[in-house]
């Protein structure tokens, strides 16, 4: 029988003074709200996504990977913003909860602009993110509110708190300017990218003060956990797309089945692979490695769903609606599998700060499979065929890892652990 006391004041939402969340507090987890808020972020994923998938499809390299560049950074930043914060200061009181629906309002605005920005890339007049700073003023508005509500009311870090609102604030106002004033569209790329580095600056700076604001680490690692898993779900839309092309074009056919295990496989692969990382005991040994951790998750996030959109144009392929050869189609999920495999060892690498000479004989064999695969390609071999080889990629970390890789993490953990005490 539970004979847990029934506290008075989780059974409301009455307001609560942010004071800071306790960095070390025990079995934190993501909350409802913080799903809640994952949840508007698969539209955002879906459509930058689509978007990509099409313009490779049809040959349009270059608006292809601008357009998603651009997409995937605003979507991945818009979750940054909110997820450390909440880490930190998340009250779980009626004004926290109203303020990230706003925000949630603002990523649903923010996902409808993508189609009309990836459109003015392709035309090559002008850079129209108009909406998607629409969505972003938005989301500012109410995380500006949180940060200077945080400022009063948690005097210790005043100064760290401030710094996020005024780092928010003048990369904002730089937005709002770039749609305001008509700049071509490699002026506003140039000046897109200055933001994003203000943007990335700013919790470099305000980290640094008062001590920095009580992020939990355990609780960051399963959120960007959570988020690599909705950015998996594209892979799972992916292989839903090829397999109901190969259903329409062939029937129930050994084809349909080798299409549905390369996608469902590679999406598994990639998921197993992601938890390789060693992150929640690291940063909470070592809070300072956040920064290059919690950005290097970006482009890990944005590869993931890459690979989904590859599925995608593979779909369009086997359906005879894309304009570009069998090559393009499957270097479209090659190049981000490998680009997602990639990071993961650079990662694990700059967390556990030792290098292990076991993982080039997997990034070895890793190459050799996608190289194998390309190489099927050249050869006129079908596309499922392919992205069956593919498909192992992944799989050569699995069971490198499962068979000699775990034990080397332990090392890797107690060597680190050794060297934090002594």
């Known amino acids: 029988m539970n004979t847990t006391p029934v506290v008075p004041e989780t059974l409301h939402h009455h307001i609560r003074r942010m004071t800071g969340r306790d960095p070390h507090e025990g079995h ?6 913080e799903l809640l808020f994952d949840l508007t972020f698969v539209t955002a994923f879906s459509f930058a996504s689509s978007q990509l998938a099409h313009a490779l499809a049809e040959g349009h390299y270059t608006s292809a990977l601008l357009g998603f560049a651009f997409a995937s950074f605003a979507i991945c930043w818009a979750w940054v913003n909110f997820s450390w914060f909440s880490s930190a200061y998340d009250t779980d009181d009626w004004v926290f909860r109203l303020v990230t629906m706003v925000q949630m309002i603002g990523v649903l605005v923010l996902a409808v602009g993508l ?9 090559g007049e002008h850079l129209d993110n108009s909406v998607m700073v629409l969505g ?5 508005v109410a995380m500006i509110f949180q940060w200077l509500r945080a400022a009063r009311q948690d005097p210790a870090r005043r100064r760290a708190c401030l710094t996020y609102a ?11 300017v770039q749609i305001v004033v008509d700049f071509p569209v490699g002026t506003s790329i140039i000046l897109a990218i200055i933001l994003g580095l203000i943007e990335l600056a700013g919790p470099v700076v305000a980290e640094r003060r008062d001590g920095g604001t009580p992020w939990h680490a355990h609780h960051m690692a399963e959120r960007y956990s959570l988020f690599a898993i909705i950015a998996l779900g594209e892979g799972v839309v992916g292989t839903l797309a090829s397999l109901s092309a190969v259903v329409e074009e062939q029937g129930w056919s050994l084809d349909a089945a080798l299409v549905c295990i390369a996608g469902t496989g590679l999406t598994f692969g990639m998921w197993w692979v992601y938890y390789m990382l060693p992150s929640a005991p690291i940063l909470h040994a070592h809070r300072n490695r956040a920064f290059v951790w919690g950005y ?5 996030v944005t590869a993931i769903v890459a690979t989904g959109a590859g599925l995608h144009v593979a779909a369009y392929f086997i359906e005879h609606k894309a304009h570009v050869g069998p090559l393009a189609t499957l270097l479209a999920t090659a190049i981000p599998v490998s680009v997602f495999l990639a990071a993961i060892y650079v990662l694990y690498t700059y967390l556990v700060r030792r290098f292990d000479p076991f993982h080039i004989w997997l990034l070895v064999a890793t190459a050799a499979v996608v190289a194998l695969a390309i190489l099927a390609a050249l050869a006129g071999v079908d596309m499922a065929v392919c992205l069956v080889i593919l498909m192992l990629a992944p799989a050569v970390t699995v069971v490198g890892y499962e068979t000699l890789g775990h034990r080397h993490q332990a090392e890797a953990l107690a060597s680190d652990e050794h060297s934090a005490v002594t």
Request: glycine share 6%.
């Open 115 to 123: 189609p009309r920005m990836f459109a003015s890339i392709e035309h």
């Open 296 to 300: 290097g998750q970006m482009l890990i």
């Open 166 to 176: 005024k780092a928010i604030a003048v990369a904002q106002i730089g937005w709002v």
């Open 28 to 33: 934190r987890v993501a909350t409802p709200l």
């Open 136 to 140: 972003y003023v938005i989301m500012r």
